[in-house]
């Protein structure tokens, strides 16, 4: 787990914050629960981002996965609970859903309730919502037109933790008066983040104030400074320089005494 | 007719009645033994079915609820674990078999064979019928079998078998929308059949007989000696000496001769020591004749 700008090495128990980064190891399952009776299972090899974004007037949980399995269920109607995925997004659901991530392909499976997504759209449409029902396969593949079944693939099945396959047994009541502290490891490394700092503008802005104190770090900044054209925002951290205020046009001319250096051309 | 001869023919006989009686008392009780001890078998069969599905419904099927909506999983239904559990005891009674003998069944390999069709039909031509037992010959030998009706009790049992739309999608899926459906409330759809082997508990029966027979001949056969010889020794051939003895003494002979030994307290001792004193008056009064 990434907390702040370290790495933790998870346990059973640990309360999550918004802004931890999980990822799960090879034969590993995480189960994150949350207060309102929600619970989201992470399969082996998967990343996930917890975020609280504001969602209207208030705020939502969000969570941002870019690879594996996930396994959402008890979401109660009108929860503000949202998953994004590169391919899919799932702007809510009742009962419960489970997703298979790909580099190139996402899955989707009702297996209880419904689930509504954001339908793909084409640049200048509006967004519209994709109500799946109970027992519906959605299956959404790079640059293709996402498609809807009756029936999940077997590949899709196969691909599933044994565990999906089950309701998610509730463990929170166990830790509710035994807060489990995770143990620190070393500060992260910018290949540990980097994908979390190439996410979606909403979910790599708080990045920027949480990683800044790493830019210090020679690696680290020469790390955010080659991959710049991905996190733009970046730049005024980087280059403090290029965004201090302009003297008057006049002074400047008078004051000025040489031109400007290579630096600033970066 | 000597007495040995007489006292053996009676003996034969006797004993010849007692075996026939005890052999007949015995065959039977033997036999009727084996054709419980099969009925019990094949009823211990029957409820180990029923609390295998009865198990299977209650507390296998509603934990795989989930998964039976990824894959199907015919181990959530009561006939295929019932089957499954007996295919196990099978690797240890190979000539014991269950079936969930069914007209129109999901599974195949439940679908009912001719025999066991008639069987099936006899329960729904007779719905208050509860079981049918009876015997039927095998490639194996004969086999006795107990059979009771599958009857559509409930409607909760058409969620998979009413028709194809309404059945599980994965259920489907798996064994196809060619079979299983059109069932009805209180319809008998098929017949659980337990078939148990005869010849070996019949074969054991006759194996326990046999012992029985043999072990009743030869304590026959010993009482038969051991009476001879006690009967030659202690009354044939005590009379036979004493009978030697008196016709001597009957000629005039032997008159001098020292008393008859008295070889015991019984019978036999108390008519030698009659006879002894008979021969002492014999003696008395011949003397007094000559004198």
Known sequence: MVRGVARYTLAEGVRLQSGDIIEVGDKGLTQMELPDGAALALGPK???????????????????????????AGVKPGARLRIVTPLITLQGAEGATVMVLGDAEGSLFVESGEARLAAPRARGEAATTLRLKSGEFYTV?????????????????????????????????????????????????????????????????????????????????????????????????????????????????????????????? | MKLVIKFNLVFLLIFLIGLGAAGFASNELLQRNARDEIVLNARLVMESALATRAYTSTQVGPLLQTQMKYTFLPQSVPAYSATEVFNGLRKAFPDYSYKEATLNPTNPRNRANDWEADIVHQFRNATDKAEVVGERDTPGGKSFYIARPIQIKQESCLYCHSTVDAAPKTLVEKYGPANGFGWKVNEVIGAQIVSVPT?????????????????????????????????????????TQLSRFADLVSQGDNMDAPDFPVGSRDEIGVLTQSFNRMKKSLVQAMKMLEA
Do not use: C
């Open chain 1, 46 to 72: 998967t990343r996930a981002l917890a975020a609280t974004l504001p969602r209207g007037k208030q705020t939502a949980a969000v969570f941002y996965v870019t690879q594996g399995e996930l396994k959402l």
């Open chain 2, 199 to 239: 010849d070996v508990p019949i074969a054991r029966a006759h194996a326990a007989f046999r012992t029985f027979m043999v072990s009743l001949t030869a304590v026959f056969g010993f009482i038969f000696v051991a009476l001879n010889l006690m009967l030659w020794f202690m009354v044939i051939r005590p009379v």
């Open chain 1, 141 to 266: 593949k790079a640059r293709q037109k996402a498609v809807v079944a009756t029936r999940p693939s077997p590949a899709f099945i196969g691909a599933l933790p044994k565990a999906f396959l089950d309701p998610l047994p509730a463990r929170m009541a166990r830790y509710k008066d035994r807060p489990v502290r995770p143990q620190r490891l070393e500060l992260v490394s910018y290949a540990e983040v980097e994908t979390w700092l190439k996410a979606p503008l909403e979910f790599r802005r708080p990045m920027l104030p949480r990683f800044k104190s790493r830019a210090a770090e020679a690696a680290f900044r020469d790390a955010l400074v080659a991959n710049l054209h991905f996190h733009p925002e970046w730049d005024p951290v980087l280059f403090p320089e290029k965004y201090l205020p302009k003297e008057p046009e006049g002074d400047a001319a008078r004051d000025a005494p040489a031109p400007a250096g290579p630096a600033d051309k970066r």
